[in-house]
């Protein structure tokens, strides 16, 4: 997969691609990220990329002519790679490559539709992708109608710029990539992915510290009652913790998961 992000502060994408497993991706190549930076795109001597906002107020605006060249050679970049490369497998670099479809272009925002496991998953199909990270008080409402396909929020809260919302959702996307998790099935492991369901607890060495002990259960070799004791766990803390995640599964839950549902009701209301 290969990403272009449109962004002010490229250097903070070294956060992303300088550790753990993200940077393991883009090293083997799983994934490439390469950055774009407006002020380069700004034609005016000083390189400004904002202007005071239309109707006033406080804060600043990015201003349509540096964000829509930025994005331009963003979406360029990748279908000249993509192209380069069609040209390639067809052993042909004379002819010409069939056009390619335009990349999805994504904004971060808190008026963005909220990001799910689910959008994430999509997402993490796609060949290629524009981020567009605002910074001061937004965008220019002309790019987001214009040139941004998809705005999307990682919560109700704001942050100084959309770079460390971009970082989250790429670092979600990159784990998914077949190979860039060592254990090939520990993404279907997830809190969400699976069964929709949060996290079972976990416990590792030692048995018992501080005298807190780790449940008995686990400890013996019967795996079907660690799943029906993981099971249970897992529906326990979604029910506690996210009642509206279990009323949106519930309709597809099967025998099992509703007999231990209705034991956990019956043991809250008692
Ligand atoms: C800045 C500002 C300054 C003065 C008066 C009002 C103001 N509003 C903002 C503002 O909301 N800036 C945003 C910063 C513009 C878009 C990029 N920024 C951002 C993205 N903050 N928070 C996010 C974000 C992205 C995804 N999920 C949650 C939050």
Not at 13 to 18: D, I, P, V
Not at 178 to 187: K, R, Y
Not at 232 to 246: C, M, Y
Request: charged share 25%; hydrophobic share 40%; net charge negative.
């Amino acid at each position: 997969m290969r990403v272009a992000v449109v962004t002010l502060f490229p250097a903070m994408f070294e956060a992303l691609t300088g550790h753990g497993i993200s940077s393991r991706a883009v090293q083997n190549g799983l994934m490439s990220l390469s950055c774009i930076n407006p002020r380069d795109y700004a034609s005016n001597k000083h390189g400004r990329v904002d202007d005071r906002p239309y109707g006033g107020g406080p804060g600043m605006v990015m201003s349509v002519p540096p964000l829509r060249a930025a994005l331009n050679a963003a979406q360029a970049q990748l279908s000249e790679v993509e192209e380069a490369e069609a040209a390639g497998e067809k052993g042909t670099g004379e002819q010409q490559a069939a056009p390619m479809a335009k990349p999805l272009c994504v904004y971060l925002s808190p008026q963005g539709e909220p990001l799910t496991q689910q959008r994430v998953e999509e997402l993490a199909g796609l060949d290629k992708m524009v981020l567009l990270c605002g910074r001061y008080e937004g965008v220019d409402e002309r790019v987001l109608t214009h040139d941004v396909d998809l705005e999307l929020s990682l919560g109700d809260y704001v942050i100084s710029g959309g770079e460390l919302a971009a970082m989250v959702l790429l670092d979600a996307v990159i784990r998914l990539q077949p190979g860039a998790l060592g254990d090939e099935d520990s993404a279907g492991q997830d809190s969400f992915s699976g069964s929709g369901l949060l996290d079972c607890p976990h416990y590792t060495r030692p048995e018992q510290t501080d005298g807190q002990r780790v449940p008995e259960v686990l400890l013996g070799g019967d795996h079907a009652a660690i799943a029906s004791w993981r099971l249970e766990q897992s529906l326990k803390r979604t029910l506690q913790r996210r009642p509206d995640v279990i009323a949106q599964l519930e309709p597809n839950f099967g025998p099992r998961e509703r007999e231990i549902l209705a034991r956990l009701r019956q043991a809250a209301s008692s």
